[in-house]
């Protein structure tokens, strides 16, 4: 199955950093997604981006899929973004199941 | 409903028993999604329903896991003769169309 690694593992900001998150992808996607885990466990969707660029507030996403990667930016971060940034695509030709990487652990201290 | 709802959110039980675990999708979604998510793991593929019909079974760990979806709406994942090793936060998820998925706050299970 498609293989997808994140980088860095983790992170650690100071508030009001900026910084880009990694989601490399073994096989061509038509679906992929961004995920945000809070403190208290919940996934929140950030971004469904299979291509191009996206912007939410602080946060941008862009999706190179014919390279097979997708960054995703936290610009002026605050300590609310902490959490782990997890990365879920799936492949092309066949169902929608969304295959995750492990995720980018972030800090971000006051 | 506003969005995937999970039931109970936490769940402690003693090996042996079993454990059912609820998930209510957004009204409407046809696929319905089953993951596992040890701690400092991301989530993983357990199974999928579209309606009623399990789409895709491969990822659950072995026979004493099953999953259901009725009338195609709300999904109910058994865990028979739980151990400890099942202990874990169960997700769930739903999507209208294939693209993209909403997860619920998941299932704390602990087996003691």
């Known amino acids: 199955g498609i293989q997808v690694e994140q980088s860095p593992p983790d992170l650690i900001l100071q508030e009001g950093a900026n910084s880009t998150l990694r989601c490399n992808f073994s096989d061509s996607v038509n679906n992929l997604q961004w995920f945000h885990q809070n403190p208290w466990g919940q996934l929140i969707n950030l971004f469904y981006?299979?291509?191009g660029t996206k912007q939410n507030g602080r946060l941008s996403a862009t999706t190179v899929a014919t390279e097979r990667y997708s960054l995703l930016y936290i610009s002026s971060s605050q300590t609310t973004d902490s959490g782990v940034y997890f990365c879920?695509?799936?492949?092309?030709?066949?169902?929608?199941?969304?295959?995750f990487g492990r995720g980018t652990s972030l800090i971000v201290h006051p | 409903g506003a969005g995937v709802s999970q039931s109970p959110r936490y769940k402690v039980t003693k090996r042996g028993q079993d454990v059912a675990l609820r998930c209510d999708p957004i009204?409407?979604?046809?696929?319905l999604y089953w993951y596992r998510q040890a701690l400092g793991q991301g989530p993983e593929f357990l199974t999928y329903f579209n309606y009623e019909a399990q789409q895709d079974k491969s990822g659950l760990p072995n026979d004493r896991f099953s999953a259901e979806r009725p009338e195609g709406s709300i999904s109910t994942l058994t865990i028979q003769r739980t151990e400890q090793r099942d202990s874990a936060m169960y997700r769930c998820a739903s999507s209208l169309n294939q693209r993209e998925a909403f997860f619920g706050q998941g299932t704390r299970l602990t087996v003691v």
């Open positions: 879920a695509v799936g492949s092309s030709g066949g169902s929608y199941i969304p295959t």
């Open positions: 981006i299979p291509s």
């Open positions: 009204s409407g979604h046809v696929s």
